[in-house]
């Protein structure tokens, strides 16, 4: 069993990139605490907005825990130094508890603590009423900031902010990404890092460059760039994940209208999987799907600025 503690601003979103992810059926959600029966394994260091991932030790009640610490070998999981940290628990406990994980250690070896970097970080978490003994599996350090479109070689407005890139190649869940509209590259960069194929399409040759530029300074090496009419696409196109054009109007241009219409016409006749849109929340997505023929799975708003929310659509 492990825990994943994720993003609480983006919270829905966080939930469903890591049931996505981890193909997760049956699970525990509360606040932004998410508990799962499967094992570690390493797609999870590609999570964009979990934070920490546990082991889950043991479990208990309340008033069962006391005995259940008092009861585990903690010098099995020991390394080198460790450290005590409580979630929800009254800081009494929290020295109580610490004490009764050191002696135990101490039956076995010389306990090191080291509150800052230790090996083994236990954690115990609170959750309604619920006692969770964890460790520290993983920590996501990924330096999303430094990979922001300002910071990139060749960087473009429009792009994507790095962390959404990455989550939502992630809700695609495929070994191939395909952006049509791919810009300067936002997303590819993220699916690239990830170690997946990536192809993208932009109608402007300028755009392209760009793209090829911000992919050769993250070394990436399995991508595709194109030439290529998005509504004109006439293959098989995989893992589709993609920001559509807004346009500089906020209102949606007849030129617009036809646009999204004719992509979703593509994507209907040679979508492999989920794919994800984003429009703009000023365009009747809604009608253009089902116009399409195409299914929403699940939608989420992702706020951009005042004047300005991502609809970002799961398509089935
Ligand atoms: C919002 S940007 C994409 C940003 C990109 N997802 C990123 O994160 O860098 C939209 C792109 O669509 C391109 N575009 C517009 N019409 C197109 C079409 N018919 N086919 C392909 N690309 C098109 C534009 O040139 C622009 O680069």
Redesign the pocket.
């Known amino acids: 069993m492990i825990l994943l503690r994720f993003s609480k601003e983006i919270r829905v979103l966080s939930i469903y990139e890591i049931e996505s992810l981890l193909n997760l059926n049956t699970h525990f959600v509360f606040d932004n605490f998410l508990i799962a029966k499967t094992n570690f394994n390493d797609k999870i260091k590609r999570l964009a907005y979990t934070k920490e991932v546990y082991k889950v030790i043991f479990e208990a009640n309340e008033n069962n825990f006391e005995k259940k610490l008092n009861q585990f070998n903690f010098a099995k999981i020991y390394k080198k130094s460790f450290s005590l940290k409580t979630h929800n628990i009254e800081k009494d406990f929290e020295k109580k508890y610490a004490n009764i994980i050191y002696n135990k250690i101490k039956n076995k070896q010389n306990p090191k603590v080291d509150l800052r970097n230790a090996e083994t970080k236990i954690v115990i978490f609170k959750i309604k009423n619920k006692m969770f003994c964890c460790f520290l599996l993983w920590e996501n350090k990924e330096d999303f900031e430094s990979r922001k479109p300002h910071n990139r070689p060749s960087p473009?407005p429009?792009?994507?902010n790095p962390k959404l890139?990455r989550c939502l190649v992630n809700i695609v869940n495929s070994k191939t990404i395909t952006?049509?509209?791919?810009?300067?590259?936002?997303?590819l960069i993220e699916a690239g890092l990830m170690g997946l194929k990536t192809i993208g399409?932009?109608?402007?040759k300028a755009?392209l460059n760009r793209a090829k530029k911000n992919l050769d300074f993250y070394k990436i090496k399995n991508y595709q760039l194109k030439l290529?009419?998005?509504?004109k696409i006439n293959k098989k196109i995989r893992g589709v994940v993609?920001?559509?054009?807004?346009g500089k109007s906020s209102k949606l241009t007849e030129e617009l209208g036809n646009?999204y219409k004719n992509f979703l016409k593509v994507l209907k006749k040679h979508k492999k999987g989920r794919a994800v849109v984003c429009f703009p929340d000023f365009v009747d997505y809604k009608k253009l799907i089902k116009k399409s023929g195409l299914k929403i799975e699940k939608e989420f708003s992702y706020y951009l600025h005042k004047s300005l929310t991502k609809k970002i659509i799961i398509i089935h």
């Open positions: 473009h429009t792009s994507m890139a952006d049509p509209f791919c810009g300067s590259g936002g997303i399409y932009d109608i402007d755009m290529q009419d998005a509504t993609t920001d559509l054009p807004y646009l």
